[in-house]
Structure formats: C-alpha cells, structure tokens
C-alpha cells in the first residue's frame, strides 16, 4: 500500500502575539516585535530584562476549573492553540476521537514554570507543596491534556529534544499517520519558561541578547526568549477528503539528524543532513524549496553554521532565495519553535508573502543569504522548509507543500 | 602612562588570571599570540570565564563578534576589556 500523504486541516497558535494563528501571522508578517521588559513572578539575579512574553493571556477563560490546576502554563498553551486547530478542522468536544487520533506534542522544558513555583514556596517561603505539582511538571501533560480533552486513545507522548522539539513532534506525528498507525493526529509544540531563574539560565550560557535580537545581521549579540505553542490537526489526505475537510497545507517533508559532537555547538555538516533528508523525503530537490523560515535564533554560532548549511544544500542559489527568521518577533519559543515557526511558514506560504527578518542592520559577511531584510516581500511558494536546531546537536527540518 | 592605559593594562592582567583559572590553563602557557584552541579552552569554557568576569565585574557580555571572532588571548582580552570599560562609562 502506497504510504499515506499528510495533510494539515487545522492550525491554533498562542504566542506574545496573542491568541490564535491570525495574531501570530500578523506579527510576523508587518514585522511587530512582541518583545517587551518581562514581567516575572518571583524577581531573579537576572541581568536580561527582556522576552516575548505574553501578557494578556487569561487561562480561566478557555479551561475549565476542574482541569486548570492540573496545568501547567505550557499545558495551557496547547489546550488553547488544540482547541483553535480542532475547531478550524471542524472537530469538536462533543465526541471522543478514539483509537485511531494520536497526540504528539513536543516540549523543551515542560513545567518549568510550577517548579519555580515549587521551588519558591518550599525552599524559600517553607509553605505548602503543590499536590499537583508532578501531573503539571511532567514534559508529556501537554499531549495528556490535549488527548483527555479530545477523547484521543492513539498513540500519546511527548517529545523532547530541546529546540528541535516542536518539528520532531510534528515529524514523528506525521510518520505515524503516513504509516497508518493513526488516520488523524494533534501535533504541535508548547513551552512557557518566562521566569526569572530561566532567564538567569540562559543568559550564563552567553547567548541572550541584552537589547535586539538581530538575527543574520552584522552586529547581532543573541536571541531573546519567547514562550507559546502551536497545535496542528494533521490527517491522511484519504481521512480528510472522506469527511470532507479542506487541507492547508501538506505536509510533505521531515528530515532529523544528530551532530552527536558538541553539547552546544552547532555543526553545519548535521543540520545540512536534515535540510536535505526533509528535501528529499518531499520528492523534491533544492530547487523546489522557494522559502525557508530559519533557525536563525541570532547569536554569532548559530547564524553562520545555518548560513553554512544553507550553503551546502541550496550552493549558488542561495543568495536569490528568501531565507527569514521570525524569532525577533515571538522570540525563540525554545520546544514550541517548531511548531510556532511551522504555523507562520504555512501562513507564508499560503498568502504567498516571506515573512521579514526584523532589527537588520546590515549584512555580515560570514553568512551570504538572502535575510528578507526589515520588510516582507511577495514570494509566490509551492514548497517552503522550516528549520530547527537544538542544543545537544539535534536537528529536525519541515518541509510544507501547498494542499492541491 | 594615562590612567586609562593603567586602568586596561590591569584589567587585561586581572582578566588573563580568570582564563587561567576559569579555562583550566597554566598561566605560564598563556601568551598574548596563544589562540584559545591550543590552550584547549573549550566553548563552555569561555561560558566560564565569562560567568566569572560578570561576577568580578558586574558587567554582562553576551558572545557577540568581537568575542567569537577573537582570534587569540590578546585579542579576547581586548574585547572583553572594551565590554567592562563600557559598563564604566
């Protein structure tokens, strides 16, 4: 039996933007960074101000009250962009979805912030310890949560593999159905680490930017933190034509490889690997790729080893094809990255406009692409790569098709 | 020699210590021309020397070019001097 094709039938994002995928693409679209001075619950030693946080997000007015407090924020993230993705899809609550729908949701750090928490009133305030804290902490409650809320009884788990996370998900979730494991699955990515320890974190690894994030450009100094998910409905092409749903997008592509050299060095050679086993698993070559949405966090290391895959894959051609990063706009979402970006590079794709790479000042010459500079530009696409890259030497690249 | 040229010559000494101490170095073995490769000081090396200069210093320094384009002891020490002496106004 010919593998199944994979079609995208909803999206739900939640990100510093706002609620939903239209907030999300609006930002990224028009260039408005969502980073502001963060606002944290417990004050830190961190010298970083700075994220892309989300500061108007009210959980009690989407989950119910029995549920909420089995959520961590990162859970609550993908229980609100599910609830968007399955609603576009046009599946509701009202019936269990059964054996036959997956959940693969993938995450960095998952409950990070409950354990700041925990750790504050425990350690610090000598008070009462959460009962609830190992159910929110756990990296895998996001795909519980979305799974009890929708009555999914597939195949169920997180994923984990730092900044790679959300595209594995995506990718793993995508295999599953195109295997025939599960006709449907929610797929996606979630992560809220908007606190003062893990800004401290981070900011001791030297990658945080203390004022812009510039990606690609001359003079960057880092990246800067974002918090968000992005959820898809993702179904054989045969399941969503039966019931009538209109596709996407397809998903047409996922390649993932290990440098397995360095903890936090990237290697160009292995995220070359997984450009070009995304590439070649859509049936295309190069040439079919008419955008990119890059890893492209803006620190020093990152940007020129990319540019150097990039490289690597798309040779001469490079300098003519659009190459942006959204990341100054909804930050680097961390777990959730590949996800969120995969929701704005389908948007991309089917409005036919390539997001800009915002606070560009100029170009440096360790990275020759093409940065779609400050302002979006039309870009027709038929196919579009997503990339991601993560500390530990993972990395997991998308490649989207449009739905015919 | 104007305070300034002090001010950076004892910087730059109180600085080449915390590589020898932070990147596990003899501080015979690190001269102005050495690159942090052949004192094999790793990346997460360089994080601690960094954590160090903060605490020292008070001063935050992203890796930005200057650092990740230094090529040898003296030209890191420069750039890591520029980004305190900054902080000094």
Redesign the interface.
Known sequence: MEPARVVVTGIGAVSAAGVGIEALWWAARTGKSCVAEANLPHEGSNRVKIAAQLKTFQPEDFIDPKVLPYCDRFSQFALVAADEALAQAGLDRGRRLGGRVGVVIGTAVGGITTIDELCFVELVMKGRTDPLAVPRIMGSAAASQVGMRYGCTGPTFGVTSACASGAQAIGIGAFLVRAGVVDQAIVGGSDSTITALNIRAWETLRVLTPDRSRPFSAGRNGMVLGEGAAVFLIESERSARQRGAAPLAEIAGYGTSSDACDIVRPDAEGAATAMRLAIEDAGLDPDGIDYVNAHGTGTVANDIAEADALGRIFGRRLRELPVSSTKPVHGHTLGAAGAVELAVTIMAMREGTAPPTINWLGPDPKVDIDPVPNEARRVPMRAALSNSFAFGGINACLVVTRAE | MPDIAIERKDLAEQILDVIASEGKVERSRITPEATLQSLEVE??D??MI??VI?EKFGV??????A??ESSNVASFVNAVADRILESRG
């Not at chain 2, 935050?60 to 070019?65: A, M, N």
């Open positions: 990346s997460m360089v994080v960094l954590m903060e935050y320094v992203p890796i930005d070019g650092i990740a």
